[in-house]
């Protein structure tokens, strides 16, 4: 891709799967990556499989605070952000009437406030500076419904209208698109669905196969780059046809 040599690229749930491998495909296109994470294990596991990260950062997407200090501590080591992958997410698989408030606000306060906390503080410190790429991690869950995930379903929908929102406000200087996987086969998922569950639905994709991490981390890297600078206030699906035919809509 075009234009990323050098830039530096910040990634939330950067220890994760599909973190690790945007931070991975980033590398080899010649930027400088930093990640985000609020396991220190899962840093130093990413830290030792990817010793050309240029650094890492402990902290809770969640809590302002925390997020705040991150941009601080971002600030003081490299000065700038070009480019931030707001990937940070989790999910909690059950049916609606069984959602707990506090499963609730769980899922609310990852998937959506901390994409919030995050993104203000990355456009802060893009439009002090030279501009740069905000790309948010929504979902196929955003745009249509699935059985037993209403609160990820409704906070990935809510990612999809803040990143429109953003679009429109920080524009010309940042442009902010959103990325929304349908089955990528990441170890949440692995724990959601048995073997047979995910044979059955890769059965039903045109593509015939589930979606992998690296997939995302190509889609990321190529709405980075110069080669997509006419691009902004989108959301795009990366699903191998899943909802093209309504797949989701079944139980």
């Given at each position: 891709?075009?234009?990323?040599?050098?830039?530096?690229?910040?990634?939330?749930?950067?220890?994760?799967?599909?973190?690790?491998?945007?931070?991975?495909?980033?590398?080899?296109?010649?930027?400088?990556?930093?990640?985000?994470d609020?396991?220190?294990?899962?840093?130093g596991?990413?830290?030792?499989?990817?010793?050309?990260?240029?650094?890492?950062?402990?902290?809770?997407?969640?809590?302002?605070?925390q997020?705040?200090?991150?941009?601080?501590?971002?600030?003081?080591?490299?000065?700038?952000?070009?480019?931030?992958?707001?990937?940070?997410?989790?999910?909690?698989?059950?049916?609606?009437?069984?959602?707990?408030?506090?499963?609730?606000?769980?899922?609310?306060?990852?998937?959506?406030?901390?994409?919030?906390?995050?993104a203000q503080?990355?456009?802060?410190?893009?439009?002090?500076?030279?501009?740069?790429?905000?790309?948010?991690?929504?979902?196929?869950?955003?745009?249509?419904?699935?059985?037993?995930?209403?609160?990820?379903?409704?906070?990935?929908?809510?990612?999809?209208?803040?990143?429109?929102?953003?679009?429109?406000?920080?524009?010309?200087?940042?442009r902010?698109?959103?990325?929304?996987?349908?089955?990528?086969?990441?170890?949440?998922?692995?724990?959601?669905?048995?073997?047979?569950?995910?044979?059955?639905?890769a059965?039903?994709?045109?593509?015939?196969?589930?979606?992998?991490?690296?997939?995302?981390?190509?889609?990321?890297?190529?709405?980075?780059?110069?080669?997509?600078?006419?691009?902004?206030?989108?959301?795009?699906?990366?699903?191998?046809?899943?909802?093209?035919?309504?797949?989701?809509?079944?139980?």
């Amino acid at each position: 891709m075009h234009g990323l040599t050098d830039k530096l690229v910040l990634i939330t749930g950067g220890a994760g799967a599909i973190g690790a491998a945007t931070a991975a495909r980033f590398l080899t296109e010649g930027s400088r990556v930093v990640v985000v994470d609020s396991d220190p294990a899962a840093i130093g596991r990413l830290e030792s499989e990817l010793p050309a990260l240029t650094g890492s950062i402990r902290a809770d997407v969640t809590q302002a605070d925390q997020v705040a200090a991150a941009f601080e501590e971002l600030d003081r080591r490299h000065g700038r952000l070009d480019v931030l992958i707001n990937n940070a997410g989790i999910s909690l698989r059950g049916r609606f009437m069984d959602i707990t408030s506090q499963e609730w606000r769980q899922v609310m306060a990852v998937n959506l406030d901390g994409v919030f906390l995050v993104a203000q503080q990355a456009a802060r410190s893009m439009l002090a500076g030279s501009g740069g790429v905000i790309l948010n991690m929504g979902s196929t869950n955003g745009l249509v419904g699935y059985h037993h995930y209403a609160s990820y379903n409704a906070s990935k929908a809510g990612v999809i209208e803040l990143t429109r929102s953003m679009a429109l406000e920080l524009g010309p200087t940042i442009r902010v698109n959103a990325v929304c996987p349908g089955f990528i086969l990441t170890p949440m998922q692995e724990a959601e669905y048995t073997p047979e569950m995910r044979q059955a639905f890769a059965s039903k994709l045109p593509l015939g196969r589930l979606g992998r991490p690296d997939d995302v981390a190509a889609l990321f890297v190529f709405l980075a780059s110069d080669d997509a600078t006419f691009i902004t206030g989108q959301h795009f699906v990366i699903d191998g046809g899943e909802i093209a035919g309504g797949l989701a809509s079944q139980p």
